[in-house]
């Protein structure tokens, strides 16, 4: 199949998240299963207009704040006349509104959607200006096929007008060969970890006040990621006094990434909303609980008492016990550990990308003689 895919941003782009890395696990294995595959997205400045990444033939236009006014028309110019069985718009910022294209065959991929959550994070005016353009999706995308990454996804559509038979619910992978436990790496005392954004939507300060409780002198929480909420979060540390107990470590690469997360006891989460939990599916993977709040997304990649505890978003005092039930029972946070890895290698990004890929074919219409 040829496959054009359209989304904000690339993996490249220095404000790519969650969302662009599943596009590219998804979408380079599909390049390997002989598969054409073009990006078109925005740019940022300093950034090539043309690259190859995994396979894929990117496209960048513009740039975060000018891409969305310059992507149809580029796809108009550039893209249009080459054809494709499908364009696919990896919805997870303002929609582009692909219907309106006049591609062929559409399919909608959606990590999550903003809706409220949005007031959280922005200014009034660009949080309305968001929460207003999610409002027509029925409408914009009628007929078009639907893929959620979480059933929490999913139901967001149902509530939208997005009918629930259009879609199809195909879970993220985790690479659980990079992945994996190391029981000696554990900290010898008790140890939280928040590992991402560090957005005020996030909860980060949430997780703050929920440690600040916690009666555990030697018990640690570092935080690691990078964002504009930062200082602001850094204040509630001194406010709290915890300058001796936590610690900022900024963003960090790979391989500390794995090492934190093998050395925790619990990865701490209390976003009221996310699409899924990749984060908490790569703590698993490494034998490592979670403790999040029982949030959209985030409580189909938490087993509530088995791979980690879901708590009520929001609740400080919820939140800190939990910690204290894994801070007092290691061999709590063994087990949760052991059931935690059971549950990643259930979750594989070959997996994923043959569903995606069966899915395309049945709304391109094309059998396996077509594509091949």
Known sequence: MRLLVVNWQDRENPQAGGAEIHLHEIFERLVLRGHEV???????????????????????????????????????????????????????????????????????????????????????????????????????????????????????????????????????????????????????????????????????????????????????????GTGDYRAELERLVDSLDLRARVSFLGFIPEEQKLALLRRAWAVVFASPKEGWGMTNLEAAACATAVIASDSPGLRESVIDGETGMLVPHGDIAAMTSAMDRLATTPALVRSMGERGRRFAEGFTWDRAAAETEQHLREIAGLGEEEVA
């Not at 096929?145 to 992978?173: K, Y």
């Not at 590992?195 to 949430?206: F, Q, S």
């Open 38 to 224: 073009s990006l078109l997205c925005g740019g940022w400045r300093g950034g090539a207009s043309r690259a190859m990444s995994g396979g894929i033939d990117i496209h960048r236009v513009g740039t975060r704040h000018t891409f969305p006014f310059l992507a149809r028309r580029y796809y108009a110019r550039v893209l249009a006349q080459a054809g494709e069985h499908v364009l696919i718009e990896d919805i997870n910022k303002i929609p582009l509104y692909t219907p309106k294209w006049g591609a062929p065959c559409l399919m909608a991929l959606v990590p999550h959607l903003f809706g409220g959550t949005a007031f959280q994070e922005a200014a009034a005016p660009l949080a309305t200006a968001v929460w207003l353009a999610e409002r027509p999706l029925a409408m914009m995308y009628a007929g078009v096929p639907f893929e959620a990454i979480s059933e929490s996804t999913a139901d967001d559509l149902a509530s939208r007008g997005i009918p629930r038979a259009s879609v199809r619910v195909i879970h993220p992978g985790v690479h659980a060969d990079r992945y994996t436990p190391d029981a000696a790496a554990r900290n010898p005392d008790p140890l939280f970890v928040y590992l991402g954004r560090l957005k005020r939507y996030k909860g980060v300060d949430i997780v703050l006040r929920a440690f600040a409780r916690l009666a555990h002198p030697r018990a640690q929480l570092q935080i690691a």
